[in-house]
């Protein structure tokens, strides 16, 4: 069985930890299992799709800046009948985070949040009252590793109107308050086939908003409450059923754990921070080549 590991044409700006980098080794590691695996960037026009069985999405991280070219693909390979990993279906749903509200409605703790439809061009004030928030958070719905994401301040929306308009002119978005707890660091639960592997907390640096290595994030594993990792297994169930991985990030708040984000599609799964996370994903591959 023939495996595109889908990747992209940009850099790799991930630390490699505990003698391992998840971007660079992890694709000979599942050669070297012996599986016929191999790499293609996802938007390369000279790539001999019909030839593959199995399309494996790891890295195509700015499938966001292309999100209709990134649709047009997954319908080319999806006609030639190649499997995705994750689903076709699950990819679509996982794409844009108005997800959120079908996740909220199932019973599942978010970040407060409001979407804003292109063209929104109303009150700052109210988004701040109606939130209950000094400080607010503005990110697309289609986006990746807080591109086009700001901070929103009460006491400056005057000056911060146009910016937004000039923002939502382009797209869907949405906005959460900024919550505290991101200080405390932001969550991730990792599964692989369904099943809990380990999680991670991201912290942002000293005076900063954003957990990503490259804006100065830092990573420490820990052992969550089972409490915390039943929560996470019961979403994962509810919309993930079937995933090969699956990343689930939030904040924890008054000892509640808030979702804010069912990663589907490329998330970095930190497989260098525990043990035996890197054999779990080459097992979680092939008990799905199984299928």
Not at 133 to 148: A, D, F, R
Not at 179 to 188: A, T
């Amino acid at each position: 069985m023939k495996i595109a590991y889908i990747t992209y044409s940009g850099t790799f700006k991930y630390s490699p930890a505990n003698n391992f980098n998840e971007t660079q080794e992890l694709l000979p590691f599942l050669q070297n299992k012996g599986l016929d695996i191999s790499a293609e960037i996802w938007d390369d026009p000279m790539v001999d799709w019909e030839k593959y069985d199995i399309a494996l999405l790891k890295t195509p991280w700015d499938y966001h800046q292309k999100y209709d070219q990134f649709k047009l693909w997954l319908n080319k390979i999806q006609s030639f009948h190649i499997r995705l990993l994750n689903d076709y279906s699950v990819v679509r749903w996982n794409m844009d985070k108005h997800y959120l509200l079908e996740v909220a409605d199932a019973g599942f703790d978010i970040i407060p949040s409001i979407f804003l439809q292109q063209g929104w061009n109303e009150d700052l004030k109210t988004l701040f009252e109606r939130l209950d928030s000094e400080k607010l958070i503005i990110k697309p719905c289609v986006s990746g590793g807080s591109k086009n994401t700001i901070v929103l301040n009460k006491n400056t929306t005057v000056e911060d109107k146009d910016r937004v308009l000039e923002l939502v002119s382009e797209g869907d978005y949405i906005v959460q308050p900024l919550m505290p707890q991101i200080q405390q660091g932001e969550w991730s639960f990792i599964f692989l086939n369904g099943k809990y592997s380990h999680t991670i907390i991201k912290k942002p640096k000293v005076g900063d908003f954003r957990v990503q290595q490259i804006f100065g994030g830092t990573i420490e594993v820990t052992s969550p409450a089972q409490q915390y990792i039943d929560l996470a297994e019961r979403c994962i169930s509810r919309f993930a059923k079937g995933t090969m991985y699956a990343r689930i990030d939030g904040l924890m708040v008054d000892g509640r754990f808030m979702l804010m984000e069912l990663e589907l599609i490329e998330p970095f799964l930190y497989l260098s921070y525990h043990s035996e996370a890197v054999e779990r994903y080459y097992n979680a591959l092939v008990e799905q080549l199984a299928i």
